[in-house]
């Protein structure tokens, strides 16, 4: 059975430290969180111990490229410290999907960091928004990325971005399978890209879960990038997940 986390960007707008939002998350059924915002901010010992004390799993991290292409020591201290063994890259600009050669550049780039995380321990993923889904040649872009990188750099497929790509996310998952240990359970409004609770959007949850638990994903990750109540949202998600595992 998958595990279930949060994404942790879903609760910025709570003004605590991040060790205090780890305790939220502890008052929930989620297992694990994944770390994206104010792991900077915060001692990683002091972190590690809300960790321990909540019971909860560092499922994974979100850290930019050019974190880990620029402070690759620093940053790869910093999660070992703190437990984490699988790093996302979040986010390339539109840009480098743009062409066949800025594809091939961004998966070069992808494929060489990849190889260093592995000698150390770690593994790689990148995670989607909506602008990997642009017409390259008559498929996504996304695909030339997955096509030009090797089997050590996985895909964190967000089904709701995706389906604002205009793909089925749930058809994608099992396209893919092969390359996603984990999946980002997001939702939104496909027309507008509107960021809504999951359940209330585009995406057929029950298929995508099917289609998650048949690719042996091992981590199910809730995110709502624009909450209007960071706090319901966390109770939601960690409600739906546990339905949908």
């Known amino acids: 059975m998958a595990r279930t986390a949060v994404q942790l960007y ?3 707008d709570i003004d605590e430290p991040l060790p205090a939002l780890l305790d939220r998350v502890g008052g929930t059924s989620f297992e694990g969180v994944e770390f994206a915002h ?8 002091t972190v590690a111990d809300a960790l321990t004390r ?14 880990l292409e620029e402070s690759y020591d620093e940053t790869t201290a910093r999660y070992r410290t703190l437990g984490v063994e699988t790093l996302v890259v979040p986010w390339l600009d539109p840009e480098h999907f743009e062409s066949g050669a800025a594809v091939a550049d961004a ?3 992808l494929n060489a960091v990849a190889s260093d995380l592995a000698a150390d321990g770690f593994a790689l993923a990148y995670h989607n928004h909506d602008q990997e889904f642009a017409d390259l040649d008559g498929r996504p872009a996304l695909e030339e990325l997955l096509a030009r990188t090797d089997d050590r750099v996985g895909l964190e497929l967000d089904l709701g ?3 604002v ?3 089925d996310p749930a058809a994608y998952l099992e396209r893919h399978a092969d390359r996603i240990t984990h999946v980002h359970f997001s939702d939104a409004d496909a027309a507008s890209g509107t960021p ?3 359940g209330e959007g585009a995406i057929d949850l029950d298929a995508c879960a099917a289609a998650a638990r048949e690719a042996g994903a091992e981590w199910f990750v809730y995110e709502n990038d624009d909450p209007s109540d960071a706090a319901a949202s966390l109770t939601h998600g960690a409600a739906t997940l546990d339905r949908l595992r």
């Open 10 to 12: 879903t609760l910025r």
């Open 38 to 45: 104010r792991v900077g901010e915060a001692d990683p010992g």
């Open 54 to 67: 909540n019971d909860l799993s560092p499922a994974v991290a979100h850290v930019g490229l050019a974190a």
């Open 107 to 109: 998966a070069e780039r």
């Open 161 to 163: 971005w995706a389906a």
């Open 165 to 167: 790509g205009g793909v």
């Open 196 to 198: 809504v609770e999951l």
